[in-house]
């Protein structure tokens, strides 16, 4: 988080190396997954990480009938806390499909941005 921490609160400021920028979707994506452990809903931060995540019914096959999709950026600033689920949703930053989908916010923030 470290390496995004500044861009994530200033979005004038060079955005980090794809290195970084993956690292930091995949590992906050898959604590999410480790933190609300399912299948009921795929989050999807392309073109880095889908998991799965929260209890309920498994899905196995074809397009997951609940789904929450957002950019690296976006999904960032929800998992540290700098943006909120509803906000996201409501700008159109963030999809979420399906009758669970929103259950996600309920598990964020899951990790803090650095101190500049």
Request: overall charge negative; glycine content about 6%.
């Amino acid at each position: 988080m470290d390496a995004v921490s500044a861009w994530l609160r200033d979005d004038s400021v060079d955005a980090p190396a794809r290195t970084e920028l993956a690292a930091a979707v995949r590992t906050t994506a898959r604590t999410l997954a480790a933190a609300a452990p399912g299948h009921s809903v795929e989050v999807r931060v392309p073109p880095f990480v889908a998991v799965q995540c929260i209890e309920g019914p498994r899905h196995t096959r074809g397009t997951p009938p609940n789904v929450v999709e957002t950019d690296p950026r976006t999904w960032l600033l929800l998992a540290t806390g700098l943006l909120d689920f509803a906000t996201a949703l409501d700008s159109g930053a963030l999809t979420a499909s399906g009758s669970r989908a929103t259950e996600v916010a309920r598990w964020l923030p899951i990790a803090r941005p650095a101190e500049d």
